[in-house]
T-cell receptor, first 111, second 116 residues
Framework: GNSVTQMEGPVTLSEEAFLTINCTYT??????LFWYVQYPGEGLQLLLK?????DKGSNKGFEATYRKETTSFHLEKGSVQVSDSAVYFC??????????FGQGTRLTINP | DAGVIQSPRHEVTEMGQEVTLRCKPI?????LFWYRQTMMRGLELLIY????????DSGMPEDRFSAKMPNASFSTLKIQPSEPRDSAVYFC??????????????FGPGTRLTVL
């Protein structure tokens, strides 16, 4: 079946550091891919998405490129801030509406 | 602009008791999803509804779990009887359904359930 694998956390960085959170997927065909973010005590929020190969999703300084050759959708940000501390989930769309999530990666940014 | 509303936010109960979690989707959204989040299993889809009709309940763990959506503005997830392994955060999400294309799911703040 379809699945998503994320790099294990937790990840701890200093402010202004470069961030990469790896995500790979296993799926039939080329599903839409997403990154969701969960801030402490809140539900998940959509951060960015890509619907086809080579698409780049971007939002709030975060980017991820849909790479079908490597079945990957790594999340990157050039300079992280303390406010980026959260749990990040990679997900794929199975069918029309079902999201399959990775395990989540907890990110902590120190000032 | 109210988002998805869940109640209660926290629930502590004893093993064997019935637990009912409630969700009010965003007005105008006609798809509703229930998820469970645990450290061991991550975020799992339990069931989802389109236009108040259950479409896929393959994620419901066992017969102790049931979900209903009696109208477009209310859904419940019931566990009877509850067990300690049901302890988790339960999220509700809603989205406007449109034919063929994916729409963003908006999540509620979750209900943290502890079964002693």
């Amino acid at each position: 079946g379809n699945s998503v694998t994320q790099m294990e956390g937790p990840v701890t960085l200093s402010e202004e550091a470069f961030l990469t959170i790896n995500c790979t997927y296993t799926a039939t065909g080329y599903p839409s891919l997403f990154w969701y973010v969960q801030y402490p005590g809140e539900g998940l929020q959509l951060l960015l998405k890509a619907t086809k190969a080579d698409d780049k999703g971007s939002n709030k300084g975060f980017e991820a490129t849909y790479r079908k050759e490597t079945t990957s959708f790594h999340l990157e940000k050039g300079s992280v801030q303390v406010s980026d501390s959260a749990v990040y989930f990679c997900a794929l769309l199975q069918g029309a509406q079902k999201l399959v999530f990775g395990q989540g990666t907890r990110l902590t940014i120190n000032p | 602009d109210a988002g998805v509303i869940q109640s209660p936010r926290h629930e502590v109960t004893e093993m064997g008791q019935e637990v009912t979690l409630r969700c009010k989707p965003i007005s105008g959204h006609n798809s509703l999803f229930w998820y469970r989040q645990t450290m061991m299993r991550g975020l799992e889809l339990l069931i989802y509804f389109n236009n108040n009709v259950p479409i896929d309940d393959s994620g419901m763990p066992e017969d102790r779990f049931s979900a209903k959506m009696p109208n477009a503005s209310f859904s419940t997830l019931k566990i009877q009887p509850s067990e300690p392994r049901d302890s988790a955060v339960y999220f509700c999400a809603s989205t406007p359904q449109s034919g063929g294309s994916y729409n963003e799911q908006f999540f509620g703040p979750g209900t943290r359930l502890t079964v002693l």
